[in-house]
């Protein structure tokens, strides 16, 4: 698939063989160089002036002329408008205007890593509370975008930087919940929260019970053994039963 960068140097191409083949239809009409030039610049930008010499009765190349610079001030002027979104989307004007809406939070619950794991609860908690203001934060672009359907702020970012959680305004929230897959991930993610704002209420999922141990000993407020609980449970169902 073609990329918006090869599509404009595309309609770069096209416009300028569009202006020479002007020129050069100016020439055959009689018209000195530096004439044909100024005329299918003037042209070329929209611009209604004329420093010709003969009338469109007089040849039949000059209406052509004129179609076809305006077709390069067409193709000018998209081109145009694809650098200046290029631009825009280069300059994330948009990460920083929430990034900004971000800073001005109080009292917010920061969720990460947002997985699919994460999707059913974030769900949850905006149908059931919706005076909570949730951050999360994605590792990639494709949770980024599932995320986006919901009323939440999203950020794309490494969970163990802490320009992330900066980002997230960690030191005005209320709550971080750790939902990694892995018990060393929590840990970490819990660790950098605890420094960065040591009041912040955490709620961690644990693995194992490894996991549970080590966040146990960091001081986490509440530790979510969903797989660890129904892991015992079906554990010890099979054993009454064999």
């Known amino acids: 698939m073609i990329s918006t960068k090869d599509a404009l140097y595309v309609l770069l191409i096209v416009a300028l063989a569009l202006f020479i083949i002007s020129i050069i239809l100016l020439l055959y009409s009689g018209v000195s160089l530096d004439i044909a030039i100024i005329n299918a610049i003037l042209y070329s930008l929209g611009i209604e002036f004329t420093t010709l010499s003969i009338s469109k009765a007089d040849n039949p190349f000059v209406p052509a002329v004129e179609i076809i610079d305006t077709l390069v001030f067409a193709i000018l002027t998209v081109v145009l408008a694809g650098v200046f979104w290029d631009f825009i989307s280069r300059s994330n004007i948009k990460t920083r205007l929430i990034a900004n809406r971000i800073s001005r939070l109080k009292n917010h619950i920061i969720i990460v890593p947002a997985e699919p794991f994460s999707f059913p609860i974030i769900e949850y908690i905006l149908n059931n509370k919706k005076d909570i203001t949730i951050v999360a934060i994605a590792r990639n672009k494709a949770d980024a975008e599932v995320l986006k359907r919901y009323n939440l702020y999203v950020i794309e970012g490494n969970?163990?930087?802490?320009?992330?959680y900066n980002i997230a305004n960690i030191r005005n929230a209320s709550y971080l919940i750790a939902l990694s897959d892995l018990d060393s991930e929590n840990v970490i993610i819990s660790l950098t929260a605890k420094k960065l704002n040591p009041k912040l209420?955490?709620?961690s999922r644990a693995h194992s019970q490894n996991g549970v141990d080590a966040l146990a000993s960091?001081?986490?407020?509440?530790?979510?053994?969903?797989?660890?609980?129904?892991?015992?449970?079906?554990?010890?169902?099979?054993?009454?039963?064999?």
Do not use: R
């Open 159 to 164: 969970i163990s930087d802490i320009k992330t």
């Open 218 to 242: 960091i001081g986490i407020d509440k530790i979510i053994t969903a797989e660890l609980d129904t892991a015992i449970y079906m554990g010890n169902d099979i054993i009454k039963n064999v």
């Open 201 to 203: 209420k955490i709620i």
